[in-house]
């Protein structure tokens, strides 16, 4: 079955510092990742997505995420977050279908001015 | 704004009570996903339609239904309400069904009581 960990639930960091969010995954084949971010009363929102090729993965507002097949992670990095990054973050593991995916439990983001 | 729409956006409703939800896809997809987000289990992935027809299913009740019209919006309803149904529901739709971006819709928060 598969499976998705997020470490750690709430993540505080200063405005301006790098960030990384962890995520590991379980899955039986090639999966698919993705990073999702929901803001508070949204829905979600797709960040970045790995399927093949190149392990560093580039997205939208400034975010990137690694896939390392031998520890099964795929973590979310930004060099510098901005007030407007905090929010709660999900990342997903899915196979060919994408609606079965399955999400980890979230991290939530605070930024410290 | 992802162009995926939700209503109601706020439900209260009573135990034993049936609702219906609605989402309209964004113009041009053919896949619907609805999904429940709930403090106690997360994002689950609830079920599919693409074109019409069910394309997936996860850890939908059998209380719950679903359907895809022929102008592409779906309806999700929920019967024989219970207190543990309480939860944020999203509607994502995307252009086909295998792994394309899934744009997410604002949810609907339902309250059972």
């Known amino acids: 079955a598969q499976s998705v960990t997020q470490p750690d639930i709430h993540i505080t960091v200063s405005e301006g510092a790098s960030l990384e969010l962890r995520c590991n995954y379980s899955?039986?084949?090639?999966?698919?990742l993705f990073w999702y971010v929901q803001s508070p009363g949204q829905g979600l929102q797709l960040l970045l997505k790995y399927f093949s090729g190149d392990t560093l993965v580039q997205g939208i507002k400034g975010f990137e995420a690694e896939f390392k097949r031998s520890q099964s992670s795929f973590n979310l990095r930004k060099p510098s977050v901005h007030w407007s990054d905090a929010a709660e973050y999900f990342c997903a593991v899915g196979g060919t279908n994408a609606g079965k995916s399955t999400f980890g439990d979230g991290t939530t983001l605070t930024v410290k001015p | 704004d992802s162009g995926v729409t939700q209503t109601p956006k706020h439900l209260i409703t009573a135990t034993g009570q049936r609702v219906t939800l609605r989402c309209s896809p964004r113009s041009g997809d053919l896949s619907v996903y609805w999904y429940q987000q709930s403090l106690d289990q997360g994002l689950q992935f609830l079920i599919q339609y693409y074109n019409g027809e069910e394309r997936a299913k996860g850890n939908i009740l059998e209380r719950f239904s679903a359907q895809q019209f022929p102008d592409l919006h779906s309806e999700l309803n929920l019967s024989s309400l219970e207190l543990g149904d309480s939860a944020l529901y999203f509607c994502?739709?995307?252009?086909?069904?295998?792994?394309?971006?899934?744009?997410f819709g604002p949810g609907t928060r339902l309250l059972v009581l």
């Open positions: 994502a739709s995307s252009l086909g069904g295998r792994q394309e971006t899934q744009y």
């Open positions: 899955y039986g084949a090639t999966p698919y």
